[in-house]
């Protein structure tokens, strides 16, 4: 048997879990995040047990593969980043394709540079509550300055004498 004959072997032979035991493991995992008394270098059947008394992992834990897959709490972080690094490779060969749709080049430049908190400085537009003055009539300006110095005759400042 060649090198690539067992590799490819030993990946057939990995775990792959089913939807019930992903769901498994994340309602384990999500208990134990917050128990102090859990080791998460030390997950045993009995702690899983204990924490998550679902008695169908008693009998998946002897399944090979299944409890390292199901002891690693770093799973979805690792996948995450799997996931990053993919998307990082499919926006470095739109940037590097120069055939590529300038659109589609500059999305991908765009999203390098959030990443890398790059981002062009964007500029929000200041607007004031009574930005509109300049635009109101005489009559309106003055029902306006009524309506805000009748407001301010409503507000208590805390300096009144009781």
């Known amino acids: ?23 498994a493991k994340s309602a384990f995992w999500a208990i134990a995040a917050d128990s102090p008394l859990v080791d998460p270098a030390n997950i045993t059947l009995a702690t899983v047990q204990q924490i998550y008394p679902d008695t169908r992992v008693r009998r998946w834990w ?33 940037l590097e394709d120069p055939d590529a749709a300038p659109s589609a080049r500059i999305k991908a430049f765009e999203v390098i540079a959030k990443l890398a908190d790059r981002e062009p400085a964007k500029v929000k537009e200041v607007r004031f509550a009574d930005s509109n003055i300049e635009k109101m009539s005489k009559e309106q300006l003055e029902a306006y300055i009524r309506g805000k110095v009748a407001r301010l005759g409503e507000v208590n400042t805390g300096d009144e004498e009781k």
Not at 1 to 23: G, H, I, R, W, Y
């Open 1 to 23: 048997m060649t090198k690539a004959n067992l590799e490819d072997l030993v990946v057939e032979l990995e775990f792959q879990p089913n939807n019930s035991q992903l769901e």
């Open 62 to 94: 002897g399944i090979p593969g299944f409890q390292d897959w199901f002891c690693n709490r770093h799973e979805w972080r690792q996948k995450v980043e799997y996931l990053v690094n993919i998307g990082l490779d499919a926006v470095k060969a739109v």
